[in-house]
């Protein structure tokens, strides 16, 4: 082979490695930037494990946990509650508003609440009635029913106002409530609670409860979804067919986690307000039983109150 031969072989190698990575340069496929999981709904959304604390929290695999946003209620819980909806619920019209407050949290036995949606816009102004005396320090019920138009977001915001009548910025406050507005029946989902009946065991069994199906929109946390329906009570129609609850009205849930098979639920000492007799006692605790153990994640049962497992619910 001559040297001209080597030459042209030489310079026709360089030609094709230079068009190689030209070619490649301009073709090359633009990589996608990587995702950024920096919140819980998006955390959710890929997959990643929940841990059903207050707030709950997702894990990454980077061990990054990331909180649900639950408004401001952990700061005023001292100050207002909200029983219904709670942060982050699915909701529509019309949407009934309950919680308790304390007394100075009102003016002439009322104050307002607004209903925003995620763009800012506003939705409904309603104004929350006490159903007791307000004129006191303690927590007193609410009540108020919002009507309003479906709006365009998926999100919005809840915010109950402190009455202010003065004006005067450092009387004011709030809490606010994310919630997420229902899109169609799809959004929707069933759950059984558990009561009593008359005519299905007339001769009134402690441990024998009976389960109705309720609607509830869409949730993640479906246990506290049924829990909250339990606690509701039962409808007219339901009472009328024979159901009936051993629970106290107006008891609240203070906690719940679901861990390895394990739901620990915490109530308010309104669980036992005068609550005697064994049967009784047995049948709250069945009633509570059997509402969570329907979930696959649920095999045992902790009931507290306010904190406590021992000496509670004593016959």
């Given at each position: 082979?001559?040297?001209?031969?080597?030459?042209?072989?030489?310079?026709?190698?360089?030609?094709?490695?230079?068009?190689?990575?030209?070619?490649?340069?301009?073709?090359?496929?633009?990589?996608?930037?990587?995702?950024?999981?920096?919140?819980?709904?998006?955390?959710?959304?890929?997959?990643?494990?929940?841990?059903?604390?207050?707030?709950?929290?997702?894990?990454?695999?980077?061990?990054?946990?990331?909180?649900?946003?639950?408004?401001?209620?952990?700061?005023?819980?001292?100050?207002?509650?909200?029983?219904?909806?709670?942060?982050?619920?699915?909701?529509?019209s019309p949407l009934l508003i309950e919680g308790e407050a304390r007394g100075n949290w009102y003016f002439e036995a009322s104050f307002p609440i607004k209903l925003f949606d995620d763009d800012g816009n506003l939705l409904v102004i309603g104004i929350a009635q006490a159903q007791s005396?307000?004129?006191?320090?303690?927590?007193?019920?609410?009540?108020?029913?919002?009507?309003?138009?479906?709006?365009?977001?998926?999100?919005?915001?809840?915010?109950?106002?402190?009455?202010n009548p003065s004006g005067l910025p450092e009387h004011a406050d709030e809490l606010r409530v994310p919630v997420k507005f229902i899109q169609s029946p799809s959004e929707m989902m069933k759950v059984k609670v558990y009561f009593n009946n008359s005519e299905l065991d007339p001769e009134?069994?402690?441990?024998?409860?009976?389960?109705?199906?309720?609607?509830?929109?869409?949730?993640?946390?479906?246990?506290?979804?049924?829990?909250?329906?339990?606690?509701?009570?039962?409808?007219?129609?339901?009472?009328?067919?024979?159901?009936?609850?051993?629970?106290?009205?107006?008891?609240?849930?203070?906690?719940?986690?679901?861990?390895?098979?394990?739901?620990?639920?915490?109530?308010?000492?309104?669980?036992?307000?005068?609550?005697?007799?064994?049967?009784?006692?047995?049948?709250?605790?069945?009633?509570?039983?059997?509402?969570?153990?329907?979930?696959?994640?649920?095999?045992?049962?902790?009931?507290?109150?306010?904190?406590?497992?021992?000496?509670?619910?004593?016959?």
């Amino acid at each position: 082979m001559n040297k001209n031969t080597i030459l042209f072989i030489l310079i026709l190698a360089l030609v094709v490695l230079v068009g190689a990575v030209a070619y490649f340069a301009v073709n090359k496929t633009t990589e996608a930037p990587a995702v950024v999981i920096d919140n819980f709904d998006l955390c959710v959304a890929s997959g990643y494990p929940v841990m059903e604390s207050y707030p709950r929290q997702c894990r990454t695999p980077d061990g990054k946990n990331l909180a649900e946003d639950i408004g401001n209620e952990i700061e005023k819980t001292d100050m207002i509650k909200i029983d219904n909806p709670r942060p982050n619920q699915t909701v529509q019209s019309p949407l009934l508003i309950e919680g308790e407050a304390r007394g100075n949290w009102y003016f002439e036995a009322s104050f307002p609440i607004k209903l925003f949606d995620d763009d800012g816009n506003l939705l409904v102004i309603g104004i929350a009635q006490a159903q007791s005396d307000w004129m006191a320090t303690d927590f007193v019920p609410f009540k108020v029913e919002l009507n309003f138009a479906h709006p365009a977001t998926r999100e919005g915001t809840l915010v109950l106002k402190k009455n202010n009548p003065s004006g005067l910025p450092e009387h004011a406050d709030e809490l606010r409530v994310p919630v997420k507005f229902i899109q169609s029946p799809s959004e929707m989902m069933k759950v059984k609670v558990y009561f009593n009946n008359s005519e299905l065991d007339p001769e009134f069994s402690c441990n024998k409860v009976f389960a109705v199906e309720r609607e509830v929109p869409r949730t993640q946390t479906v246990a506290r979804a049924a829990l909250n329906e339990l606690l509701k009570g039962t409808t007219q129609n339901e009472t009328n067919e024979g159901f009936f609850t051993s629970l106290n009205t107006g008891v609240n849930i203070q906690s719940l986690t679901i861990e390895n098979g394990t739901a620990k639920i915490d109530f308010d000492d309104r669980l036992e307000f005068q609550v005697g007799g064994s049967c009784r006692v047995s049948t709250i605790r069945t009633q509570i039983t059997e509402t969570l153990t329907q979930f696959p994640t649920v095999d045992n049962v902790i009931i507290s109150i306010n904190g406590r497992t021992e000496d509670i619910l004593q016959p």
